[in-house]
């Protein structure tokens, strides 16, 4: 009986401790992921990328499979400068597996605030990004305005 009140409160102690050390992975390869757009390192930046990855933009277009998001971005890549996006904020989830987290982060950016989330999973070369989605975000004192901003845009385009 001593010997099952051991190993329940032993894996009590630990189970914190594994969700903080996946916690901290995953915290550090979203922030490495950031930085590798910001120092154009294209091989870090993709190989955080699950094969079979997507990548959603902010424009209604922007679906991109690795391989599209590969060929729209390594023109940006090969001037030396991708995107410098400055997270904060994050919001992360680990499953009780542990084998898939999700987050949602603000981001400092060039669009002013945006928002970025983002599906990932183990495998055995670790955590891999499945999808990430970036959203310029509109304050609710502005969006009449944000949408007649975008409805003009698209009468314009549908000419």
């Known amino acids: ?87 904060y904020d994050r919001d992360l989830h680990v499953t009780s597996s542990g084998d898939f987290a999700w987050f949602s982060e603000l981001l400092t950016t060039w669009m002013g605030t945006c928002r970025g989330s983002g599906i990932l999973r183990k495998t055995s070369a670790g955590w891999k990004i499945e999808q990430y989605h970036l959203s310029v975000t509109v304050p609710n004192e502005v969006i009449k305005d944000f949408i007649a901003l975008v409805d003009s845009h698209q009468m314009k385009q549908d000419k």
Not at 15 to 44: G, M, R, V, Y
């Open 1 to 87: 009986m001593r010997t099952i009140h051991f190993a329940i409160l032993l894996l009590i102690a630990i189970a914190p401790a594994t969700l903080q050390a996946q916690q901290k992975e995953i915290n550090k390869l979203i922030d490495d992921w950031h930085k590798a757009a910001a120092t154009a390192n294209f091989d870090s930046f993709f190989g955080s990328m699950a094969e079979n990855s997507i990548y959603i933009g902010t424009d209604a277009t922007e679906r991109w499979t690795k391989q599209e998001f590969i060929s729209f971005a390594k023109p940006h890549f090969d001037k030396g400068k991708a995107w410098d996006f400055k997270p």
